[in-house]
């Protein structure tokens, strides 16, 4: 699984996020580039994210399981690469690579 430490940033004005401290709840796409999109978990503290504020976050893509799926997105991956985050075709944010990890599922 590629775990990420990220800043994000939603931008859509007029509309809060809610997440929970599991990131259930907030599933965004991550826009990597090259046409791959990602669903990936944001996880931390933060019950509500307000528009224009950054937050730090760990954000676990559950779908990039396999070493094949992360030699597809690995040349992608870099410290500092910004990620638009979609709900569908809607931008509604920006997440700014700061760390990253591949593991297997047992390193949750």
């Not at 859509?12 to 709840?25: A, I, L, S, V």
């Not at 597809?72 to 931008?91: D, N, S, T």
Request: hydrophobic share 40%; no cysteine.
């Amino acid at each position: 699984m590629l775990k990420a430490k990220a800043k994000i940033r939603f931008t859509r004005e007029g509309k809060t996020y809610e997440g929970d401290e599991k990131g259930e709840k907030l599933r965004p796409a991550f826009n990597f580039g090259d046409d791959f999109l990602f669903s990936g978990a944001i996880v931390s503290k933060t019950k509500e994210y307000i528009p224009n504020q950054n937050y730090d976050v760990e954000i676990l893509f559950f779908t990039i399981y396999e070493q094949e799926s992360y030699d597809v997105v690995k040349p992608l991956m870099f410290v500092g690469k910004e990620m638009a985050m979609q709900a569908g075709k809607w931008i509604i944010g920006i997440a700014e690579i700061k760390d990253y990890i591949f593991t297997d599922m047992n390193g949750l």
